[in-house]
Structure formats: structure tokens, C-alpha cells
């Protein structure tokens, strides 16, 4: 059965490799070209590959959500060029021009999306009806030469089902979206005509939104670019906007809860629900739609792990800690356990299938390699439970952004999404 189940996905992604675009000139020149006929287009950048539309075009704009599966109410990031490329999609006051050009100049090319009032050449579903676009200019060559040739500005989601994990190679890309029929220009090619880098930072870009009312700058989505680089890029600039993370206001729960095992001490899974992060903040729906907890998902039921066997401190069960009473059996053929500096790597040799995202405790390294591991841990045949090590020792990610200085507060967050906020604690009998 399983053989016949592997050689059926090897047929799948054979056949699907037909929708790969290799960026030769005259590939990059089909993919520019399809761009500007309203088709979408994925292609990689140096965060997460992107499903790309032309944004000034209602009916290809559309269709990204529809090959998504994304509502829309999810407003997406619009890609272009060069800074310059921006100006006439915007609409900026003087101050907050500064502002826009200060980050420009300080992190673009790069992975970083600034939110701004979107100007009339933005169609509205681009920014779900809030009238706020997110601007970025991507660095990864091959993304560049597309938007280049293109001559438009393209609009681009991660380039995964919606609620799956993003995508860091072509080949994730086939999977979630080649029965979309969807074009994927191949990062990976050999035939590149432009040195082709992978996707070097592997979590997707920060997220800030220029708050011209209130003097802000609000982190909604944190990524490689840290909030003590937006401070620095500030000072050295004169400006005295405040700085502020606001995130995961949202608490909604996997649907994909586990099957509870035997003797398991569960709580029951709450109720989806939403929580400000202070009382005079406004919602999440409205401040930072489409940041559900959910988002980043793997297939299978996912969690922080928190300790195991002798290293797990006794502990109740709560709406956001799984107690797990496993036998050694169970955590042998169930368990996929993906550490962190080796926290873990004591069961490696006990647990079903076992990888490190980095062994030296280098968080860029494991930023690189998430999203490809946690699609690998999906997949191995017959696990029941996906069981990550903590990046960063803490659940307050506002107080932390204030210390960390590293990408490690953005592996936090996916990592803490992938696991719908849920940490496990693992006794085994
Ligand atoms: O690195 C990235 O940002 C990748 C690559 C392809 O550029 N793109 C990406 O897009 O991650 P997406 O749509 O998967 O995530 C963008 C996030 C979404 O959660 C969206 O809600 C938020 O940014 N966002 C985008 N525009 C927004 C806006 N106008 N207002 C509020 N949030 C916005
Ligand atoms: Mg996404």
C-alpha cells in the first residue's frame, strides 16, 4: 500500500513538473509576459516564494485567493521593482513620506512590507476593502529580473494553500497549487541566467503599517528585520516615531486536534475566540487581518514541545498545554520530533524521525530550513504528532522583541503558529 502511495506522489510531482517555468531569458520573458496577461505566476524571493498577479488587475488579482482558497479578507502584499516603482501606488503625507523613504533606504531590497493608504491604481481586493496596501521590494535576483520585465506591479501571497505551511523551494509549490494549473518560475534551476540564491531567509518578511496619526510604527508580522534595526534606521534619521510589535491578538485553535491518546489528560479544545491585546486596542480583524494563530500550519497535529520523558516538569493541562502520557511504543511509531540545539537530541534515536533545524542553536540556519522541515514532517508516513522545540523560551513575544535582535523572534512565531499556540508536555510510561 504505502509502495503504491509513493510511486502515485512521484507520478504526481513528475506530472506536475510541467508547470515549471526554467529562468532562462526567454523564461523570465514568458513568465513577464503571462504576468501582464492577467495569469498568475509564482516565483521566489528571498523570503518565501510568492503566487504573483498583476495588481492593477481586478480579475488576476482574484484569482490568487481563488487558487488560494484564501478569504478576502486577507489583503496582499504588492511587489515591485524598485522603490521608485512605488510612488504612484501610494498615497503618503509629508511626514509619513520620511518615514517610507527612511525604511526604503534602509531595508529595500529586502524583506521587509511597509503598510500604507493605498492610491486609486490599487484595485480593492488587493487590500481586503481597508484602503491600506503593503509595499515591498523584494532582493532575490530572480524576483527582481520578473518584476523587472513585467512592468507591472505584482501582487503576491506566499504561494501555499491558504493555512498551509510557506513555501521555500518550486517543488512545495507544485504541491499545494499545480492542480491550480498555476506557472511556477524554478528558483532551483540549473538554467538560471541569474545566479540563483534560495529563498536565504526562509520566513516571510516583516510586516510594519506607517500609523501617520498616531506617530507609529506597528510591527504586525515579525520576519528578519528586527525592531531594533527599525529603531536604529529611525535614530540615525532624526525621526521620533514609537515602535510597537502588535501581535497574535487572535487565538484560534487547530481544528486538527489529535487523536487524544490512551490515558491522554487533554484539555478540551476551547472554542475559537478572539482576545485584544489591550482593552482600548482596536480588534485584530481590523488591525492586522489574515494574522490568524492558524496560519503556517502542517497536515498533522502539531506542538510546542515543552518537555519529555525526564525532562518533563509534572504539569496541568490547559486550553494552551497539552498533557500527552505516551508509552515508549507510542512516541516510537507516532512521534516526529524537530528540535532546536539538540535540546532534545537525547531521543533522537526514540522517536519516529527526528531533525535538528539547527544543531549549533544558529537561528538563521533554522529560519532557512523550517518551512521545508515541517513540510517534511507532514509527510512522514504513519506519524501521528509533531513535536518542535522551542526557539525561544518565552510566550511573550512583545516583551521579547524589545531584547532579541535576531530573525529567532520570527522563527518563534511560525513556529508558535504552526502549533495553533499549543505546547505539549509528554509523559512517558
Ligand atoms: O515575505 C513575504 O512577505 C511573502 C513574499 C511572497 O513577499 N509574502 C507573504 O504574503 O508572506 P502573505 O499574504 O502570505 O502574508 C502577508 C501578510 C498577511 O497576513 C496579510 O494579512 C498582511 O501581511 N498584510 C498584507 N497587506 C496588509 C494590509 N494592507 N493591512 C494589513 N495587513 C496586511
Ligand atoms: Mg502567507
Request: a negative charge; charged letters at 20%; one cysteine or more.
Amino acid at each position: 500500500m504505502r509502495v503504491l502511495l509513493q510511486l502515485w506522489t512521484m507520478t504526481a510531482l513528475n506530472n506536475s513538473r510541467r508547470f515549471l517555468i526554467a529562468p532562462t531569458e526567454a523564461g523570465l520573458s514568458e513568465a513577464a509576459a503571462l504576468l501582464r496577461r492577467g495569469e498568475l505566476v509564482a516565483f521566489p524571493t528571498e523570503t518565501v516564494y510568492g503566487l504573483g498577479a498583476d495588481a492593477t488587475n481586478v480579475e488576476a488579482v482574484l484569482n490568487i485567493f481563488k487558487a488560494k482558497g484564501r478569504p478576502l479578507t486577507d489583503p496582499l502584499i504588492v511587489h515591485v521593482a524598485q522603490a521608485t516603482d512605488a510612488e504612484s501606488l501610494v498615497e503618503l503625507q509629508e511626514e509619513e513620506r520620511k518615514v517610507f523613504h527612511t525604511l526604503a533606504n534602509a531595508f529595500w531590497p529586502g524583506p521587509l512590507t511597509q503598510i500604507v493608504k493605498a492610491s486609486v491604481r490599487i484595485p480593492a481586493p488587493v487590500t481586503a476593502n481597508t484602503g491600506f496596501v503593503g509595499i515591498r521590494v523584494p532582493k532575490h535576483r530572480l524576483a527582481k529580473a520578473l518584476l523587472e520585465r513585467a512592468q507591472v506591479p505584482v501582487a503576491a501571497p506566499s504561494a501555499n494553500r491558504f493555512g498551509h505551511v510557506s513555501p521555500t523551494r518550486a517543488e512545495h509549490v507544485l504541491a499545494d497549487l499545480a492542480e491550480k494549473h498555476v506557472m511556477v518560475l524554478d528558483g532551483e534551476s540549473a538554467e538560471s541566467v541569474v545566479p540563483s540564491d534560495p529563498c536565504e531567509f526562509g520566513i516571510e518578511s516583516t510586516v510594519v503599517k506607517l500609523e501617520r496619526d498616531t506617530k507609529e510604527l506597528l510591527i504586525f508580522r515579525q520576519g528578519a528585520v528586527t525592531q531594533s534595526e527599525l529603531e536604529d534606521a529611525f535614530r540615525r534619521e532624526g525621526i521620533t516615531w514609537g515602535i510597537r510589535p502588535v501581535l497574535r491578538t487572535v487565538k484560534m485553535h487547530s481544528t486538527a486536534e489529535p487523536e487524544p491518546s490512551e490515558g491522554a489528560t487533554a484539555a478540551p479544545a476551547e472554542p475559537a475566540h478572539e482576545t485584544a491585546e489591550t482593552p482600548t486596542e482596536p480588534q485584530e480583524g481590523q488591525v492586522a487581518p489574515g494574522q490568524a494563530v492558524t496560519h503556517y500550519a502542517p497536515d498533522i497535529p502539531c506542538f510546542i514541545l515543552r518537555g519529555i520523558g525526564d525532562n518533563a516538569a509534572p504539569a496541568e493541562a490547559t486550553a494552551d498545554r497539552r498533557v500527552f502520557d505516551l508509552s515508549l511504543a507510542d512516541v516510537q511509531n507516532k512521534v516526529v520530533l524537530v528540535d532546536f540545539n539538540g535540546q532534545y537530541a537525547n531521543w533522537q534515536a526514540r522517536v519516529f524521525a527526528y531533525r535538528d533545524l539547527s544543531a549549533t542553536g544558529d537561528a538563521s540556519e533554522a529560519a532557512r530550513g523550517l518551512f521545508d522541515t515541517l513540510r517534511w514532517a507532514e509527510q512522514v508516513a504513519g506519524a501521528q504528532y509533531v513535536l518542535i522545540a522551542p526557539v525561544l523560551h518565552t510566550d511573550d513575544v512583545i516583551a521579547a522583541a524589545k531584547t532579541v535582535t535576531d530573525i529567532s523572534l520570527g522563527v518563534a512565531d511560525r513556529i508558535y503558529r504552526a502549533a495553533s499556540g499549543v505546547s505539549a508536555v509528554v509523559v512517558v510510561r
